[in-house]
């Protein structure tokens, strides 16, 4: 009886549990929060037990300045569970928040979605997570298949419908057709390790060490794929490697693109694969309608001119790369038969 009214009370909740980002979806309400997928603890008593400092953004700026004790923990790697008590912590927290702070009192039903490369133990360690945060009902949908719906692709048709996301640590391609996954295929190279060969060029090139989060304003700044209508230029601070003293230099795009290329290569690589491995009649219909590039990875200046380039078809951005997947979660949210459908549940013990 009490779980039918909770049914009436709590709002339903999507998760897109990224590397890099949370993105929260409640229904009827659209997308609430977006905060990184980061805390920052620090060791108290003598048992290990770590104390949560901050979450989210406010734990994100914390990344390279935490004094000895305190470390910034990123409890997804590469779309899985790497720490599973900080990643019931994170979605704890961002449930919180998405009820604007209050207790959960009636416990939600959550829809995460995890890779289409995640094994069964994975998925099932992210609804023990998501049961454990105050879920009283989860579900895992597979990414491309709520990135597809979040991007308004007619996925039910008996139609070729190619979707591409390059999130934090993992970039991914699937074809869909009349629901389903045709194929798919997945790669742990993305933005984080983008940020990692900036971090390498810098210190090859000017013996300048940088920490990720410098790394990551100078992609945003001036990443690109291909060449710029005007190439860009920016100051970046760091640490001598030589001499050990503060340094500054300035940094091109046209080099910045260059340290991207290898990365951009392997994504190109990996979407060709795919596309062998494509039945020829759903391979007519991606070269007629194009694939369709999501995921934040996706905002790369020029990288849908690039992939479109390499592999001959057309590549359409999406509008809101960063929210296709919680947008997609969200229509499922309006339709739990759909949900029922294409995704596993767990009953949790809440509520
Ligand atoms: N304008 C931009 N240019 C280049 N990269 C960007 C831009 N905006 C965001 N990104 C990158 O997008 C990545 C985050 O994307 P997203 O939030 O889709 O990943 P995620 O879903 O958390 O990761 P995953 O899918 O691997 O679990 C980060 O690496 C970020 O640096």
């Known amino acids: 009886m009490f779980k039918f009214l909770a049914g009436w009370f ?8 990224g590397t890099a980002n949370v993105v929260v979806y409640v229904e009827n309400k659209g997308v609430v929060l977006n905060e990184p997928s980061v805390l920052a603890t620090r060791k108290s008593g003598r048992k290990g037990q770590k104390e949560i400092l901050a979450i989210g953004m406010e734990a994100k700026r914390m990344i390279g300045k935490t004094p000895a004790g305190v470390e910034t923990v990123r409890p997804l790697q590469h779309g899985v569970i790497a720490d599973f008590e900080m990643t019931e912590n994170l979605i704890q927290h961002v449930m ?39 879920a009283r009902e989860a579900f895992v949908v597979e990414e491309p298949l709520a990135a597809a719906l979040g991007t308004g692709l007619p996925i039910h048709e008996p139609r070729g419908n190619m979707i591409v996301d390059i999130g934090g640590g ?38 300048l060490s940088i920490g990720e989060t410098t790394a990551e304003e100078i992609k945003f700044a001036l990443g690109s794929a ?17 001499d050990g003293l503060p340094k500054v230099v300035r940094v ?7 340290a991207l290329s290898p990365i951009i290569e392997r994504i190109e690589d990996m979407l060709r694969m795919a596309l062998e491995k494509t039945p020829p009649e759903l391979v007519k219909d991606i070269v ?48 739990m038969d759909l949900t029922r459908k294409i995704t596993v549940s767990v009953e949790g013990g809440g509520a």
């Open 226 to 242: 291909a060449p710029l209508e005007q190439e860009l230029e920016m100051e970046v601070k760091g640490r001598d490697l030589m």
């Open 170 to 207: 993992t970039s991914e391609v699937a074809v869909l057709s009349l629901g389903g996954i045709v194929i798919s295929h997945s790669l742990r190279v993305a933005g984080d390790e983008m940020d990692n060969a900036l971090v390498a060029m810098m210190r090859q090139n000017y013996t």
């Open 10 to 17: 709590s709002r339903d909740v999507g998760i897109d549990l």
């Open 288 to 335: 007629d309608q194009g694939l369709m590039l999501t995921g934040g990875g996706a905002n790369l200046r020029g990288l849908n001119l690039r992939l479109a380039d390499a592999l001959n078809v057309p590549v359409h951005l999406a509008e809101q790369p960063l929210f296709s997947v919680a947008l997609g979660l969200g229509k499922m949210l309006q339709s």
């Open 96 to 134: 919180v928040r998405a009820n604007q702070g209050r207790r959960l009192f009636v416990h939600p039903r959550v829809v995460v979605c995890v890779p289409a490369c995640v094994t069964e133990v994975e998925k099932r360690a992210v609804v023990d997570a998501t049961l454990g945060a105050g």
């Open 252 to 258: 091109s795009s046209v080099e910045v693109r260059e």
